[in-house]
């Protein structure tokens, strides 16, 4: 068994016997290798997300979470490249960081087979991109920043430069996101404006959390100016 199918196998090994843990002396003998092997095995497997903590004690060893994790699955590798595809038009948004980790767990239990067929076709496709933009690109810190406040509920502080490039300090009551084919915006109250405005994520310099909770405000996010675009909602049923 190679260490790709041996990884896959020690998930599933785990997820049987869940919640009584599996000691690496155990896992080892099943596995017909070292118990130095297992152990890097489980390192590895904790490193790329899989829930698998130790239990300290006599009758203790290693359990996985199964309450987080998803069952076995298969997915064509048309599939896995669709995937990757759609990753390269989360860049730059507040879920890239968080759609290229779901990505890597996906592919992270695939079979050998279809994980190198996937991989030979994602080899034979490019993507057309525009040259680029003046614009600054937002970094992965502050989409993250604001994403969090926005499940937090929390004020946000943001240093906001407009279209002239003029830098202003405001209190934001975040509301949500609109993603566009240009450009992505955090919906939000202004404070300073006392009005529901649209922030274009590569205008914004710097983001903080406040301790002070935001308001509930009911607001209809379609009725912002969009500049001629409609505001639909996200549809769950195409994500899953």
């Not at 298969?74 to 038009?89: C, D, K, N, Q, S």
């Not at 502050?142 to 926005?150: G, K, N, Q, T």
């Not at 002239?164 to 109250?189: I, M, S």
Request: with cysteine; proline share 9%; charged share 25%.
């Amino acid at each position: 068994m190679n260490r790709t199918d041996r990884l896959y196998a020690l998930v599933e090994e785990l997820r049987a016997a869940a919640p009584r843990p599996r000691s690496a002396r155990a896992l080892a003998r099943r596995f017909e290798v070292s118990v130095r092997t297992i152990e890097r095995d489980l390192a590895a497997l904790q490193q790329s997300g899989v829930p698998i903590h130790a239990e300290p004690g006599r009758n203790g060893g290693y359990v996985l979470d199964r309450e987080r994790t998803l069952p076995p699955l298969t997915i064509t590798p048309a599939e896995a490249t669709a995937l990757a595809v759609g990753l390269h038009a989360l860049a730059g948004t507040p879920f890239a960081v968080d759609a290229r980790s779901a990505l890597h767990k996906v592919l992270a239990v695939l079979p050998q087979p279809e994980r190198e067929a996937a991989a030979r076709l994602t080899d034979r496709v490019r993507l057309l991109v525009p040259p680029a933009r003046p614009a600054r690109p937002a970094g992965p810190v502050v989409p993250a920043a604001l994403r969090e406040a926005l499940t937090a509920g929390r004020v946000l502080r943001l240093e906001y430069a407009d279209a002239a490039g003029r830098v202003t300090a405001r209190d934001v009551e975040p509301l949500g996101f609109l993603g566009g084919p240009e450009h992505w915006y955090l919906a939000g109250w202004c404070r300073l404006r006392d009005a529901p405005r649209g922030f274009r994520l590569d205008r914004v310099r710097a983001a903080t959390a406040l301790d002070e909770r935001a308001p509930h405000r009911v607001v209809d996010l379609a009725a912002l100016d969009t500049l001629g675009s409609d505001v639909v909602p996200l549809d769950a049923a195409t994500v899953m």
